[in-house]
Antibody
Framework: QVQLMQSGAEVKKPGASVRISCTAS????????INWVRQAPGQGLEWMGI????????TYQQKFEGRVTMTRDTSTTTVYMELSGLRSDDTAVYYC????????WGQGTPVTVS | DIQLTQSPSSLSASVGDRVTITCRAS??????LAWFQQKPGEAPKSLIY???SLQSGVPSRFSGSGSGTVFTLSISSLQPGDFATYYC?????????FGQGTKLEIK
C-alpha cells in the first residue's frame, strides 16, 4: 500500500533552518511528483511547491523562492524540504502529498518557530 | 496566479441532508480541480480529482461537477463522519493553490 512517512516534530529558533523528510513506499518512487503543503494553526492549506523524483528542477511558489529547497534521494525513496530563515509565521504543520492529482498525503510534521 | 474562492465558508446541516459547496476559480482551469476533506488533527484526505472522478474508496454519496471556473462538491445523505472542513485545489498550472476551506458543521 502507498505510504508517505514524514519525519518528526521540530522546534526551531527564528532565523534557523528546518529540513523535513518524506519517505515513500508501496509504489514506484520516480513515477509520481511530490508536493509540499503547509497549514498554519487554525488556517487553510497552502501549496509550497513540487518536485519530480525522476529529476529536473523543482517548482516553488514565489512566496517561498530563495528560502525553500526541495530535493530527492532515489536510493532511499525520500524527498526533502528545507526551509531557511525561519520566522514565527512559519509555524505550521507541513505535509508531503503524492501526485499532480494529489491522492496520498503524509501524516504531517509540526514545526514550531519560537 | 489563480485564486480559488469557496462558498459558503461555513455550513450547518443535519445527518441525512444533501449539501453543496461551490469553488470558483479566477481563471479557466478546465477540469483540473480536486476536493479534499480534513478533520481536526488529521491530514487531508483526497476525495475527487479532475473535477468529478472519485478517488478509490471514496463513498458514492460524494460527487463533483463543473468545468472552467465554477465547480461544486455535493454530499448526498450526510453521515456523521462527513462533518469536516472541505478544500478545493487546482492543478491547471503552477503555482497550484487551494480554496480557503468550507467548514461543515452539525446543526
Amino acid at each position: 500500500q502507498v505510504q508517505l512517512m514524514q519525519s518528526g516534530a521540530e522546534v526551531k529558533k527564528p532565523g534557523a533552518s528546518v529540513r523535513i523528510s518524506c519517505t515513500a513506499s508501496g509504489y514506484i518512487f520516480t513515477s509520481q511528483y511530490i508536493n509540499w503543503v503547509r497549514q498554519a494553526p487554525g488556517q487553510g492549506l497552502e501549496w509550497m511547491g513540487i518536485i519530480n523524483p525522476s529529476g529536473g528542477s523543482p517548482t516553488y511558489q514565489q512566496k517561498f523562492e530563495g528560502r525553500v529547497t526541495m530535493t530527492r534521494d532515489t536510493s532511499t525513496t525520500t524527498v526533502y524540504m528545507e526551509l531557511s530563515g525561519l520566522r514565527s509565521d512559519d509555524t505550521a504543520v507541513y505535509y508531503c502529498a503524492r501526485g499532480k492529482r494529489i491522492d496520498y498525503w503524509g501524516q504531517g510534521t509540526p514545526v514550531t518557530v519560537s | 496566479d489563480i485564486q480559488l474562492t469557496q462558498s459558503p465558508s461555513s455550513l450547518s446541516a443535519s445527518v441525512g441532508d444533501r449539501v453543496t459547496i461551490t469553488c470558483r476559480a479566477s481563471h479557466d482551469i478546465k477540469r483540473y480541480l480536486a476536493w479534499f476533506q480534513q478533520k481536526p488533527g488529521e491530514a487531508p484526505k483526497s476525495l475527487i480529482y479532475d473535477a468529478s472522478s472519485l478517488q478509490s474508496g471514496v463513498p458514492s454519496r460524494f460527487s463533483g461537477s463543473g468545468s472552467g471556473t465554477v465547480f461544486t462538491l455535493s454530499i448526498s445523505s450526510l453521515q456523521p463522519g462527513d462533518f469536516a472542513t472541505y478544500y478545493c485545489q487546482h492543478y491547471n498550472h503552477y503555482p497550484y493553490s487551494f480554496g480557503q476551506g468550507t467548514k461543515l458543521e452539525i446543526k
